[in-house]
């Protein structure tokens, strides 16, 4: 009986039902709108942060000091530790793989440009001998992780801000190499130029092809970058590079991230390690390549944490809104409908149903159009997430499923909360009153 | 006021002329205004579960827009703050002398040259300049342990170590202690040095032999002095693994007087002020390069746009719903006051009437609305910006009447959805109650 009641119902007054149906639907539209967006802004704004450069840095553990200034190491070629290349592919095997962005190594080489292009003609004697550090790395290396994977890293991808003018060399290359934009500004070097550089004995003289002129805004822009391969080759340290710079997606560090480690209990200490703090991803680091030291770079880890942890309480704030709002939409159109149904409540008392029974229907009624509007609602507030979020960061951001109960469980809710008071208004009215209407 | 008993419930016009024919357009005089809105009020004061529920609406819409309003430009100066962290967004490095050759690597900055400079950082209040002289120098430690290495090299950096200090922020210290600046006969030490060395503050590390950046002097004076350790630098970058000394004793020891490698700057502002201040300090200081880095003022743009973007398109779908919602609530007002629109009608009322009448309802719906959710927006926004963004908010102006205005022009835009439905009441068809 009660089910052919709520059929019938069901299947009569469309346009009424239409209408609740688009207000629960356009209510659950904007929650899961800014659900969606509030859920992937931060990860956005990390990547966009990450173009800062490393947040980590990882040195072999018995190091000499680094005669560096703003990260050049002017240190001879030979002197101190090395961290081993080979073990680099470590870094995509440690717990937290996926949060590694992009990683690159470095290798110094102090030496001299003896010589610019040939048709340059310079002032007698400027050239000799113009210090610079020969920096070899990678540029864009595919980095074969196993079987089935491969992991572009370098330059490139570590440092998306720096610009190119020509083209970046390849990583085999071994007479390509990168000129920085006031070193060649000063030798009066084009892309595709040639240049000699001068390193330490027995090495002698080598010649590059100037691929590209670097601009970065930083002192490399005063060096010469060239593939590490080439660079290992000249130094004669096959295999080695000084230092990595590491760029991690990190979760901003609350107090438990900055608890001491080494007094943690087994427990504590897997919640540290599970969670992608910027010094859990150090410790990881560490472990996975041997004899190395990973230190986070503190300016840029904690800026980042707090321009992170801002945008994500302006988007709770957001998000708290909007649910407001959804609940609002929703019980207003409740409101609305059993106002309007006040004669039907009437009749169905009128005719012996209890309160209790009336009620039923009216809810369960509520609840099938929560559901159907929940649904739809979810999937037109991922569809307006997605294009706003095109139009925003010029990235799409994806299905959210672990949005779609809560979003269902809500529409529902408050469907049925909606309904209760006037349900309850109606309900004390004699029947005989509101049939007289 | 002129009210005919007689006529008290009827139209509203007070002349003497006989009662119009019903299907005459009704225009209020000026003494007919006093009824509109006795009418109006009226209206208001009988309680009705829909116009309470479009009050509602009306006051969550008023106070998330005037929450988002007010907290927004403190949350966005925050956040510019934050960007400051990162360290110095410009950096002045030499330049060629004109007419001559290209500037060498090593070449240094005239600090008179920089006159200038100090001018405009009196004018910008948050701009902190640091100069910065690079040499290489060999610490050792005054007491002797076998088992620590006798000597090591490292890059020592002259400067006003407190105005870097407050450039770089994020920098950490042991002991932290940034406000005093950096006696002479003091050094603060990277932690790999401090590390290598095994020294803390409150040590002493002599200086055996002084190198200026890519260039030897031979007459550059190569006493041993002393220094005490003030503290400990710990930075994770190139930092750690230098030494840091008053700019005046570096530059003495090296023989380089009045010169310098570098000016670190922190120009505040957003983007587009920064860009201003590094075109006006091109214009200033033609013997200096100036090199804004790049990445962190656009990034900063890009960050920051995207944020206002974002919060600007949310707060317009939730405005966009909230006036669908007031919208619908006042289409089932309108439609549960059929009766008394017939009977206005019936009277004499005109179609404008009746919906003038409405509007005003909505329009002070929609003011009262705003003016509660203004206040308990700017409250919340208070109390949100002071607790989790640590900023105070100061009441702009601006933000009441845009609020208020938003609401009324909201609630009023409502209102007129139905006027379709008020004008298709037909008094004989309503009052017979159908």
Redesign the interface.
Known sequence: MLARILLESLSRRRRRKV?SFA?VA??M??AT??GT?ALD?GD??SR??R???ANL?VAPAAD????????VD?RPAGAGAFLAEAQLVQLKKIFWRNNIVAFAPFLYVPGEVRSGPARRTA?RG?MSG???VLIGSWFEKALRIDNLQVFVTGLKKL?P?W?IQGQWPADDDRTACLVGR?LA??LGLRPGDSLTVALAAPRGAVEFVARGILET??PE??QVLAPLAAVQKLAGLEGKVRRVEVSALTKPEDAFARSDVTRMTPEEFDRWYCAPYVSSIAYQIQQAIPDSQA?????????EG??LS??G??MG??AG??L???A??V???M??TV??RRAEIGLFKALGATNGQVALVFLLEAAVVGVLGGVGGYWTGSL?AWR?AL???GAPVGIHWVIFLPCLALAVLVTLAGSAW?LS?ALRLAPATVLKD | MNEDPKIEKGSEQVTTEPSPSLDQPVTPSRDGFAFFWRLWWRALSVKR??AA?AL??LF?AAS?TS??LN?YGG?RR??AE??R???ANV?L?PTAPRGG??????ALIDEASLHPLQALERRTPGMVAAPVL?G?VRLARTQADPRLPEF????AVGTDFRALRRI?S???EIPADSKSPLASGTCILGA??AG?LRLKAGDTVTWDLVAA??ERRPDAAPLPSSYRVASVL?????E???VFVPLLGLQSRLGLDGQVSLVELALPGETAQVERTVSELSRTLPGVEV??????I??EG??LG??R???L???G??LA??G??VM??MT?IV??RRKDIGVMKALGAGDTLVIRLILAEGASLGFVGGVAGFILGDLLAQG?ARR??GVTVGLSGWSFPVVCGLTVLLAAGATLFPVRIMRAIQPAVVLKGE
């Open positions: 209408l207000a356009l209510g539209t904007v709108a800014v967006i802004v956005k704004v966009e942060l173009s800062f450069g840095s000499s000091l680094a005669v560096s200034i703003g990260g002017y002032p400027a113009w210090p610079v440092h801000a610009k006031r500004a000063q805004g930083g822009d005063e230190t986070p770079v503190y300016q840029v880890a904690e800026t707090r321009i801002r945008v309480i302006l704030l957001l809104a909007a407001v709002t959804a609002l939409a019980a207003s159109m409101l609305a106002l309007e307006l706003l139009a925003v960061f006037p208004r | 579960p829909q529920l509602g609406s969550v998330i929450l988002l907290l949350v925050r956040m934050d960007f962290a990162y360290g950096v490095g050759t290209e500037a060498r690597p090593g690079y290489i090591v090299n490292v890059v770089n994020g920098w950490r790999h040095v290598k950046p890519a710990s930075t994770g970058a190139a750690d693994d230098q090199r804004p880095i790049r990445q962190i656009y990034s890009k960050v995207t944020i973007w974002l919060v398109s949310l707060t779908l939730i719903i909230i669908i919602c619908a609530t089932a439609l549960e949100v989790l963004f």
